[in-house]
């Protein structure tokens, strides 16, 4: 019987994987797909801070921006720089493709083609039995399978809010600048994007929206603008889609079982980024597993502490990232024109070069409150 079952081959599942097994740990990762990193489902934007957790190969780099450009619904532009923060837009299925060599080399094994399509809690011990007729047990297990919620009733918790999004990557005109692009007819409830980045010498953006409702449709639309289309140097294909956690599941913790990543709807509210979040959660998992096995304790009440780790150091961000998001998602177009001409002002960027961080927004979304103009359309929007 090996000693921990994880359960998805994205970031999370394989960095948990990684940890455990450099401490002797007996790993299994059960992907479902035929290959690790595909399809791949995110854009890849990180800060330099997920290199404190996990060497990222240079290798895997497509791009480095420094600028951001938000676009209203009326064409009102704020370009904003990085407060010197090194940013990367990685190849997610390389940076995948990376952790579960890294996890294979700690001693973890990593299993292609096994879809888990059971769980059950056994005594001592928790089995999965996969799609092939394959049965797999072990003492503990990381959900790590990202939006698929079926499970979730073992450890009494509920499904996270989820959002729609869609994304692709075409051959397009040579950028250096990222845009979001606002408004209710572009993305209800969300925003569009553009990412420049380069692939084997060839000049290429990552496309996509994330919304509620049929983010495929809102894309295509998106693509089709006059101020998009060209750009394009061919015809998109099929986008990817997903869902997108935009808020934590109700419990990440139960009997034997442990939630990490989009899994346990850790994401940052307001710009649906994960993959930082992914790899913080894991190392948590980590540690909490190692310490309950070694105790031979695997109860819930001992695995909470995962929860109160992660919460400790997350949940501010998430709460206040959260009602920040509630409130722009109540913007008229009108309000959204208005609030990025205020975000572009000198005051505002200011604050912002003193405040803002890619992976941790609490304090600049403080600041921002703070300053006349953005809390008086925010506030309006209350009474409206």
Not at 21 to 41: M, Y
Not at 340 to 352: G, N, T, Y
């Amino acid at each position: 019987m090996l000693d921990v079952i994880v359960v998805g081959a994205g970031p999370a599942g394989l960095y948990a994987a990684m940890l455990m097994a450099r401490e002797g740990l007996d790993v299994a990762v059960l992907e479902e797909h035929a290959a690790v990193g595909a399809p791949t489902h995110c854009t890849g934007l990180v800060a330099a801070e997920v290199y404190d957790l996990y060497k990222v190969p240079e290798s895997i780099v497509l791009h480095r921006p420094s600028t951001c450009t938000i676009v209203s619904p009326g064409g009102v532009a704020g370009e904003f720089r990085s407060p010197g923060e090194r940013l990367a837009v990685l190849d997610r299925g390389a940076l995948d493709q990376a952790l579960a060599k890294s996890a294979q080399q700690a001693g973890a094994s990593v299993f292609t083609e096994r879809r888990v399509d059971d769980l059950t809690l056994g005594q001592g011990h928790v089995r999965a039995l996969c799609a092939n007729g394959e049965a797999v047990r072990a003492r503990a297990l990381v959900m790590a399978a990202g939006v698929t919620y079926r499970f979730h009733h073992l450890m009494e918790s509920r499904s996270p809010a989820v959002l729609h999004t869609a994304q692709l990557e075409v051959d397009a005109r040579p950028s250096e600048t990222l845009e979001v692009h606002l408004g209710r007819a572009v993305a209800p409830e969300g925003f569009a994007w553009l990412v420049p980045v380069r692939r084997q010498g060839r000049s290429r953006v990552k496309a996509g929206v994330l919304a509620r409702g049929d983010a495929r449709s809102y894309l295509r639309a998106f693509l089709d603008r006059p101020t998009v289309s060209p750009r394009l140097r061919e015809a998109p294909g099929e986008p990817i889609r997903r869902l997108l956690p935009v808020g934590p599941a109700r419990r990440s913790y139960g009997e034997r079982m442990l939630a990490v990543g989009d899994a346990a709807g850790l994401t940052k509210p307001v710009t649906g980024g994960g993959i930082f979040y992914a790899l913080l959660s894991a190392a948590f998992a980590a540690d909490t597993l190692i310490e309950a096995l070694r105790a031979d304790d695997l109860r819930a009440q001992r695995l909470a502490r995962y929860e109160a780790r992660w919460g400790a150091r997350l949940m501010p961000e998430i709460r206040t990232g959260l009602r920040f998001r509630r409130l722009l998602a109540s913007l008229s177009d009108r309000e959204l024109d208005r609030f990025v001409a205020a975000m572009a002002s000198d005051d505002v960027q200011a604050v912002l070069a003193e405040t803002a961080r890619f992976n941790w927004h609490r304090s600049a979304i403080v600041a921002l409150l703070r300053q006349p103009g953005i809390k008086s359309i925010l506030l309006r929007s209350l009474f409206r």
